[in-house]
């Protein structure tokens, strides 16, 4: 079973299961997106379901801007949603996209080469905060640090261990027809899951209830759109 060609999302959630109208209510800030692995039981063909909210985030919180979370990391077969600080997330996808290389990937070398992506972008920041506290290289600071006070070296390490890329990704694709969801967390670690992944403010909440529905690859695509729509709802209302 193979992937639709080109990969496109099947339409929007809201598109096809409309929310009646009630009262507006009073919310926390809120973001999330998921993706699902799912079958599309009419075309023989697995698929994975993309969804997230439009709510702009500054640092950890949140705004009521409105914000495209979902990009196509190389060309459409590449649906890549993001949560987190928005300009730290544009800057982690141009390093992907300049980095990582899309071609001869397999399920065997992809999460490596995710991952060592991830941790390029995490090298530059690091780099970028050195350049900025002490006009010298990240290279320079690690291999001359008989030449930098001591007290100095020390604090500007400690805030490098603390440094994270501030977002987090959730990056789709197939690979010989099995569809493949990976998550790149803040500390650059990257991990796979086989059914569904979560990130945002709302993801504990969504996580929950998609595991309560066991969503897997082998719900049906309809099954699935009503589980992300479901744990979407349930995340927001556990906000109120």
């Known amino acids: 079973m193979r992937p639709p060609k080109p990969l496109r999302p099947y339409w929007g959630i809201e598109d096809r299961l409309r929310v009646s109208k009630r009262k507006s209510v009073a919310r926390r800030p809120m973001t999330l997106c998921i993706a699902a692995s799912c079958e599309d039981q009419d075309r023989k063909e697995l698929c994975i379901v993309v969804s997230s909210d439009w709510k702009a985030e500054v640092g950890d919180v949140a705004g009521a801007e409105i914000q495209n979370k979902l990009y196509w990391l190389f060309d459409e077969s590449w649906p890549t949603l993001i949560a987190g600080t928005a300009s730290e997330a544009h800057d982690l996808i141009a390093c992907y996209r300049t980095h990582f290389n899309s071609k001869g990937v397999t399920r065997a070398n992809i999460g490596y080469r995710l991952r060592a992506a991830a941790l390029k972008r995490k090298a530059e920041i690091a780099d970028e905060y050195i350049q900025a506290r002490l006009g010298v290289s990240y290279e ?57 992944l979560a990130i945002g403010s709302g993801s504990t909440v969504a996580n929950s209830l998609l595991c309560f529905r066991q969503q897997d690859e082998e719900t049906s695509l309809v099954h699935t759109l009503y589980n992300v729509y479901e744990a979407t709802r349930f995340a927001y209302k556990a906000q109120v």
């Not at 690690?142 to 006070?149: E, Y």
């Not at 977002?167 to 803040?186: A, K, S, W």
């Open 140 to 196: 320079y600071f690690r291999r001359h640090k008989n030449q930098i006070d001591q007290t100095v070296w020390s604090g500007i390490w400690n805030d490098i261990k603390k440094i994270t890329l501030d977002c987090q990704l959730i990056i789709c694709t197939f690979v010989n027809g099995d569809p493949l969801i990976y998550q790149v967390e803040e500390d650059a670690k990257t991990w796979r899951d086989d059914n569904f």
